[in-house]
């Protein structure tokens, strides 16, 4: 083995400040991507896939509101069942990095602690936009044709990165709590109903009513009636106050998710687990 | 010069089955260059006490300092001097060895070309250069603790926490992880460590605290700790156990605390006096008894724990 110098009290090399440091961390995540590609390419279809099987399977079969065809109606829902999914992959990779002693590795250097969840939000969410690009492209070659300007546009994304950041901190928040990886693959399970019990693919009015009111609080539907309204298509007529306000519901729900959910994840963090 | 760990009376207790579990009052004390060893079973507070001096957790009594600085007000400055080597390998599975040295080194403020040659240097230096460029979650579990400890040491630390390096290994990767050790230790670097294993605390620490339930039971060199529990031993191996039933009489002439092991072919009785061994030989040779093996040695690490704690290794979730 090769000797090195003798350890001194020598002064510190100065560690990165937060933002350099939380993008240090996201590019780690950002590299994991390449030699996973297969796995991370299943994860940004996936919406597609989904997407595909409801215009062959059911798309002749599901009635559509107003005059929009079925694809200008089921993509705005699908884009919010898009971020939905990335639930799943912010859950793992939290617990991945919690179970497996990185987070520990991290949390004993002198860089702020902020960044190292900073740095799996910013990836995250890079990752979302790579699955809704993906996801656009593929519905405007099925015929998709929005009706929407620059900025009911921009509306619209900010929305959706709104819902996918609510959601981060509940996927760390679950993910950084975890004894295994798992231990938390339940999350995949859970998803499928929460996209579901929406007014993603279903009226809400076919619904018995107690349902039809949670699906149109769901902020699922939430984020996909607003996103209809923006990009033009036509939503179910509406149950409750939450159908009636979808715009309002689709920034009150991710800030109120956010403030539930950014300090549990942020103490759970601090304290290393539960 | 500052020692390079010092702590006072330092403990956190949680609630668990039948009152408090956690660490209670440990102070610790250690110069630089030496090798600490906290040994104990599982639930003993090993972890905890680490954890606590590497800033991962606040303790909830007493104080420290880590080369030199204080751990509560001062934790930033004590992070940019230690180590930590956990119980895994604390890396990123899904990338390669040299991905991982790079990312931590950039983490630890070098730049992007020192980065680059701390990895290329550390990969070689622990033997990692086939498997540089292949993910890490393909590796055995010897590369990989190789490769976090290569990850503790990007930036050389003052103070190294190693918490059971050697669970799962081995006893070829083991002795390899030892002498990576040895190394840091001749080149300055102060390592605490836990483990379970009395060989390791044995092999490489220059002081050993035994721990058990969250109180420290003894501390000193690891011959102090066995100079505590008594005398060196006899042990006389028979071919047979029948032998061994044979000779027994005879020996507890010797000293009438001759008892056969638990394997039942063996023969052990305290050495109190300096000539107990001689005794031991000749009172087989009277009795035209031939032993396979006669060892005069002194009580292994696991008799002094089993005499010290007055029980067996607790089986605990450790805290």
Do not use: C
Not at chain 1, 73 to 92: D, H, K, N, R, Y
Not at chain 2, 68 to 80: M, S
Not at chain 2, 136 to 153: E, K, N, P, T
């Amino acid at each position: 083995m090769t000797t090195t110098a003798p350890v001194t009290t020598a002064p510190a090399i100065a560690a990165p400040r937060l933002l350099a440091a939380s993008w240090i961390i996201a590019r780690r995540s950002i590299s994991s991507w390449r030699q996973q590609l297969g796995a991370m390419a299943t994860g940004w279809l996936f919406p597609i896939f989904v997407t595909l099987l409801f215009l062959g399977l059911f798309g002749g079969a599901l009635d559509v509101p107003g005059d929009s065809t079925y694809v200008d109606f089921l993509i705005p829902g699908m884009f919010a069942v898009t971020m939905l999914f990335g639930l799943e992959s912010t859950t793992l990779s939290a617990a991945a990095d919690a179970t497996r002693g990185l987070n520990d590795r991290l949390r004993s250097y002198p860089i702020n602690g902020a960044a190292i969840v900073l740095g799996r939000a910013t990836a995250d969410l890079i990752s979302s936009l790579i699955s809704l690009t993906l996801m656009a492209a593929f519905a405007l070659a099925m015929g998709w044709r929005p009706v929407v300007g620059v900025a009911g546009a921009i509306l619209a994304l900010m929305l959706l990165l709104a819902l996918r950041f609510a959601l981060l901190w509940i996927g760390i928040f679950v993910g950084y709590g975890a004894r295994s990886v798992e231990s938390v693959a339940y999350i995949q399970i859970v998803t499928w109903p929460i996209a579901f019990l929406s007014s993603v693919f279903v009226n809400p009015a076919t619904m018995p009513d107690w349902l039809g009111t949670l699906a149109e609080l769901n902020p699922i539907s939430a984020t996909a009636t607003a996103l209809r309204d923006l990009l033009g298509a036509t939503s179910w007529p509406t149950q409750s106050f939450a159908g009636d306000q979808a715009v309002a519901m689709a920034a009150f729900w991710p800030l109120l998710l956010t403030a539930v959910y950014l300090p549990l994840a942020a103490r759970r963090f601090r304290k290393g687990g539960k | 010069m500052t020692r390079a760990i010092e702590a006072e009376q330092v403990g956190k207790l949680y609630a668990g089955k039948g009152g408090e579990v956690g660490l209670h009052d440990l102070s610790l004390q250690a110069e630089q260059g030496q090798v600490l060893a906290l040994l104990g079973p599982n639930g003993a507070g090993k972890t905890t006490a680490v954890r606590g001096l590497a800033t991962l957790l606040s303790f909830d009594r007493g104080t420290a300092r880590v080369a030199g600085y204080d751990l509560g007000r001062e934790a930033q400055r004590v992070r940019e001097r230690i180590g930590l080597v956990g119980q895994y390998a604390a890396v990123d599975e899904q990338l390669t060895a040299v991905q991982n040295l790079r990312f931590l080194g950039r983490l630890r403020g070098l730049g992007r070309a020192a980065s680059a040659a701390r990895a290329e240097v550390l990969i070689e230096q622990f033997g990692l250069i086939a498997a540089a460029n292949r993910a890490v979650s393909g590796y055995s579990g010897g590369m990989r603790r190789r490769l976090d400890l290569a990850a503790s040491l990007i930036v050389t630390p003052q103070v190294l926490f190693v918490d059971e390096p050697t669970t799962g290994l081995d006893p070829a990767a083991r002795r390899d992880l030892w002498e990576a050790l040895r190394e840091l230790v001749r080149q300055g670097t102060t390592i605490l460590l836990t483990t379970q294993y009395l060989e390791e605390a044995d092999e490489l620490a220059d002081k050993i605290v035994l721990l058990a339930r969250g109180k420290v039971v003894a501390e000193g060199t690891s011959d102090d700790l066995k100079a505590m529990v008594g005398p060196p031993i006899v042990q006389i191996r028979f071919a047979a156990a029948d032998d061994a039933d044979t000779a027994l009489p005879a020996l507890a002439r010797v000293d009438a605390r001759a008892r056969l092991d638990s394997s039942g072919s063996m023969v052990i009785l305290p050495a109190t006096a300096p000539e107990a061994l001689a005794r031991s030989v000749d009172a087989l040779t009277v009795a035209g008894l031939a032993a396979i093996e006669v060892t005069l040695r002194k009580p292994t690490l696991d008799e002094v724990f089993l005499t010290l704690t007055g029980d067996g290794p607790a089986t605990e979730e450790a805290a």
